[in-house]
Antibody, heavy 120, light 107 residues
Framework: EVQLVESGGGLVQPGGSLRLSCAAS????????MSWVRQVPGKGLEWVSI????????YYADSVKGRFTISRDNPKNTLYLQMNSLRAEDTAVYYC?????????????WGQGTLVTVSS | DIQMTQSPSTLSASVGDRVTITCRAS??????LAWYQQKPGKAPKLLIY???SLESGVPSRFSGSGSGTEFTLTISSLQPDDFATYYC??????????FGPGTQVEI
């Protein structure tokens, strides 16, 4: 069974930085695009970023462009999200998700999420 | 950017009911639409992709239809395990992917 396990969330002050990780297993990580999707507690889902299988392309939501960087380490089966210049509105549960290419990408497996709280 | 809307935002139903949720896109997305189910405190679960293709392992009471700008998710006979929030997601574009605001199915 595909497993995605996020880590790295926590409390950070506005303007601070945080790096999230997502450890993947039970599938060939290097052949799939991977994405981050976030959810403010009690609210809806917001797509954040996606990286293609070989890391040749990355895409970002306008709300995080220039502040967040997605990356991956295929030999380590790990996805990352470097978050800089954090704002209160970045407070959310961050999910990593495995992408399926079909037109654009939809997401067939999700991790359990890690909570990021931006507050002074 | 393509905007997604869903109706209703909340739906009250009973076990055994036939339930239909509508998702609309601000421009044509062909059949590039997925549906997810999310329960409180849990990650979303993929139900339907490409508007009408049932994900492996998902019960056949779930079905999807539509193309262009209007799509529906139907649950043919609501079961106790189906009380959850349902989201649509467009994946037409190659640069942004957007979710609908969600429909909460409650008793």
């Amino acid at each position: 069974e595909v497993q995605l396990v996020e880590s790295g969330g926590g409390l950070v002050q506005p303007g601070g930085s945080l790096r999230l990780s997502c450890a993947a297993s039970e599938f060939t990580f290097s052949t799939y695009a991977m994405s981050w999707v976030r959810q403010v507690p009690g609210k809806g889902l917001e797509w954040v970023s996606i990286i293609t299988a070989a890391a040749s392309n990355t895409y970002y939501a306008d709300s995080v462009k220039g502040r967040f960087t997605i990356s991956r380490d295929n030999p380590k089966n790990t996805l990352y999200l470097q978050m800089n210049s954090l704002r209160a509105e970045d407070t959310a549960v961050y999910y990593c998700a495995k992408g399926v290419r079909s037109g654009g990408w939809y997401f067939d497996y999700w991790g359990q999420g890690t909570l990021v709280t931006v507050s002074s | 950017d393509i905007q997604m809307t869903q109706s209703p935002s909340t739906l009250s139903a009973s076990v055994g009911d036939r339930v239909t949720i509508t998702c609309r896109a601000s421009q044509s997305i062909s059949s590039w639409l997925a549906w997810y189910q999310q329960k409180p405190g849990k990650a979303p679960k993929l139900l339907i992709y490409k508007a009408s293709s049932l994900e492996s392992g998902v019960p056949s009471r779930f079905s999807g239809s539509g193309s262009g700008t209007e799509f529906t998710l139907t649950i043919s006979s609501l079961q106790p395990d189906d009380f959850a929030t349902y989201y649509c997601q467009q994946y037409n574009t190659d640069s942004t992917w957007t979710f609908g605001p969600g429909t909460q199915v409650e008793i």
